[in-house]
Structure formats: C-alpha cells, structure tokens
C-alpha cells in the first residue's frame, strides 16, 4: 500500500511543477495539501512491517518542504508527519493518529518496533532544524514542532541533540497551550539520556522563573526571598508542571524537584495548591496512595536542604500541608523537629531556633533537651566520619553550640545518653 501511493506522491508533486504561472498560488497550495495529507496517512501506518519503506516517506517529506514553508498549516502538517511517524516507531501502544500528536500523552516506556539507520534519523533531525529557522506564527505549529523534536529525541537522542536548546526554549513560548505541551514532554530527555543532574542545569536555566536548587548550596538572604516571591505567574505554572514530571521520569534528581517544589510553595504562597496537585499526580504515578506516604520518604532531605539554603522556616510552616494534613503549627513543630534542629544547629542559626521555639510553645532549653535524642543521632555519624572537616562540624555542636543552648554540662548530656542508650537496649531485650 506504501509504494504505491509513495507513486502517487511523486505524480502530485510533477503535476504541481507543470503548473503554469497563472495557476501557480493555487497549484502549490492544492498540490501541498493533498500530498501532506497523504503522507500523514502514510505516517500513520509505519509500524515494523512497513518500516521499509520509511526512506520514501522521508525523501518526500524533505522534497515537500518547499512547498510547506509557503504557507503555515502545511508546514503544521508536515510536523505532525514527523511526530506520528516518530511516536509510532517508538511506542505503539500509543496508538498515534492524525490530529492527536500534540493531545497525546507522553509515553513512558520506549519500545521501539523496529531499528532506524542513524542516517535517515538525521535526515530527519535536518529538516526539522530547516523548520526552526522559520518563524511560527500560529501555536499549533509550534506545539507540532514542540512534539515533533520530542518524537525524535525518543526515537534517536544522538541524532537529535542539537535540537534540545530550541526545544527547551520553547517553554518561554507565550502560548499557555504550548508550554503546557512542552511541561509533558520536557520528562523525555531524562528517559534518553542519563546525565540527569546537567539536564536538570539546563532545565533549570530555562524555567523563566528562579527555583531555589539545594545542590548549589547558595544560601539566600531574606531579600533575596522577598524578592522571589515576585515571579511571572504563567511561567511559574509552566516549571511547577514540568518539575513534576521530570520527577517522575527521573529517579536520579528526584528528591532534588521535590524539594524545589516544596520550596517554591514555601516561597511562592499563591501557588502552593498548584505545587500540593502536582505532588499528588506525582505520588499516584510513583505508586503511593496518598501525598504524604510520598512525601514522607522525602521529608527529611527536603528539611535538611530547606535549612541549609536557608529559607525562613516560616515559609515551610506556611507549606506544613504539603507534609501532613490538619496540623496546627504546633503539631508540625513537634513533627519536624528532629530533622529540624541538627541542620540549625550545624549552621548555628540563632534566629531560626528561636523562631522553631516559639513555635514549638516551648522554651529553647526544654525543646533542645526534648529533641537531645534526634540531634545526637544525627550527628553522631558526623562526628566519627572520615572528613575531617565534618568531625569538626559536628564536635562543635555535640561539645559547644547544643550544651550552651540547652544549658547543659558535659557530665549532664553523658548521663542523658547513657540514660537512652539502656532504655534502648532495655526495649530490644524485651
């Protein structure tokens, strides 16, 4: 069925060329829609038995470009070809068809149907970046070409590598419809490729909007989070949407998107129901029932990080219910104190442990003696590390920063853990 009408095509393409000079504007228009219709037929059809055939197609499809870039909807068309093609080589459960490329979702298993040569993967790469060059005006073209780079790049990443700077920018596209498209397909280089954390650089780069990334370890001032809080509100939905997916498609940098997430709710109050319905598609997708069995696996980086960065804790309890559900600030503070405190203490944050008190209701000598168990067991592996530079940390607050804030000597912080450690061993032998 391929090679005839591939015949077709050719005979369509010699009756437009003939066409006189009068006829012309015509010609080409009628001849280009009915050849891209064609071939988009045909783009449907490409499957493991018929893939052979796949070097027609792409030959036409680069022989028709003269004609699409004459007028939009047919150079649209001529996207979708390359998407449908892609996607169906790839993926076949998905079912591609025609008028469904940018509507589909992203697949998120790839099993490819058949082995395409790199040369006509390239090929195809070139026509696409020949496409690039040329200005869309109409959203849909580019939500076609947002999904036709994303195809490629699952079908052959090596042959579609230069194409990843156009494609990420086209999360900045003014179009809410085409950045919605690219929030779905952003997840597929993190599925190609394996340098995950450079990629999440490069997304990060590109978001528009400023996520506060705990692997930088850059401190912000409390200007610096006021100044966050202003943010283009379009694009902030746009980062949330993709975070959420590249968390999904990524185990390696997984825990770091959540705790961006969590941060920006933290920092971005407006947007915390948005962050909140993003984890919860994400907790569903990982295989949890409910947000906070999830996020519970995630708790305790993601407070370590939102101390060590340093975002006022009074943002993170203004996002506790991202965390847990129907706690009062009180509650939470019991709730996180433990992975509060050894973080605080190791940055020998005054202001914010007088802050976690106040919170907690409770004086900072009674919390600290209270918490003494979680602080010691945290730094204890610290202290006996390799790093010299963390025993010291750690000697510090266990010797110095903990006994001076709790008001305890060293022989009443010795009785406390001898105390601990038989209840312990008083519990295992029972």
């Known amino acids: 069925m391929v090679a005839p009408a591939m015949g077709f095509v050719d005979e369509l393409r010699r009756w437009v060329s003939s066409m006189s000079s009068d006829d012309e504007l015509r010609g080409w228009w009628l001849g280009g829609v009915v050849q891209l219709e064609l071939l988009l037929s045909l783009c449907e059809l490409v499957n493991a038995r018929t893939v ?158 400023r996520m506060v990334r705990a692997i930088h370890a850059e401190a912000i001032s409390q200007d610096e989070s006021e100044t966050i809080e202003d943010v283009n509100m379009p694009m902030a939905e746009t980062a949330v949407v993709a975070l959420g997916e590249v968390a999904t498609a990524s185990a390696k940098v997984e825990d770091q998107v959540v705790f961006m997430l969590c941060a920006h709710a933290g920092l971005r109050p407006q947007q915390s129901s948005l962050v909140q319905a993003v984890l919860d598609r994400l907790a569903i997708r990982c295989g949890y029932s409910h947000r906070c069995k999830y996020m519970a696996h995630h708790v305790q980086g993601v407070l370590c990080c939102w101390v060590t960065v340093g975002i006022p804790l009074r943002s993170l309890f203004e996002a506790r219910n991202l965390f847990v559900e129907n706690m009062t600030r009180e509650q939470f503070s019991a709730w996180s104190v433990g992975s509060l405190l050894p973080p605080l203490l190791l940055s020998n944050n005054a202001s914010e442990l007088n802050w976690l008190a106040q919170a907690s209701g409770l004086p900072l000598r009674e919390l600290l003696n209270q918490a003494f168990a979680y602080v010691f067991a945290a730094l204890l592996p610290m202290h006996c590390s390799a790093v010299a530079t963390d025993q010291e940390r750690a000697r510090q607050v266990l010797q110095g920063t903990l006994l001076e804030a709790a008001q305890l000597t060293e022989a009443h912080r010795d009785e406390m853990i001898r105390k601990r450690m038989e209840n312990d061993r008083g519990r295992v032998g029972s």
């Open 52 to 209: 052979v055939h796949l070097p027609l197609v792409v030959s036409s499809l680069e022989d028709s470009f003269e004609v699409c870039v004459k007028s939009e909807p047919i150079l649209c068309k001529l996207l979708h070809c390359v998407s449908l093609a892609g996607w169906n080589l790839t993926t076949p459960s998905r079912a591609c068809k025609r008028g469904t490329g940018s509507l589909a979702p992203v697949p998120f298993k790839r099993k490819p149907v058949a082995s395409v040569s790199e040369q006509m993967t390239n090929r195809v790469a070139d026509l696409v970046s020949e496409v690039i060059n040329v200005h869309l005006a109409m959203w849909q073209s580019r939500s076609e070409l947002a999904d036709a780079i994303g195809a490629l790049i699952w079908l052959d990443g090596d042959s579609a590598k230069d194409l990843m700077e156009p494609f990420i920018a086209l999360l900045h596209d003014p179009e809410y419809r085409v950045r919605r498209r690219m929030a779905r397909l952003v997840a597929i280089p993190f599925r190609v490729w394996s340098n995950h954390t450079e990629l999440l650089d490069i997304l990060q780069e590109n978001l528009g909007v």
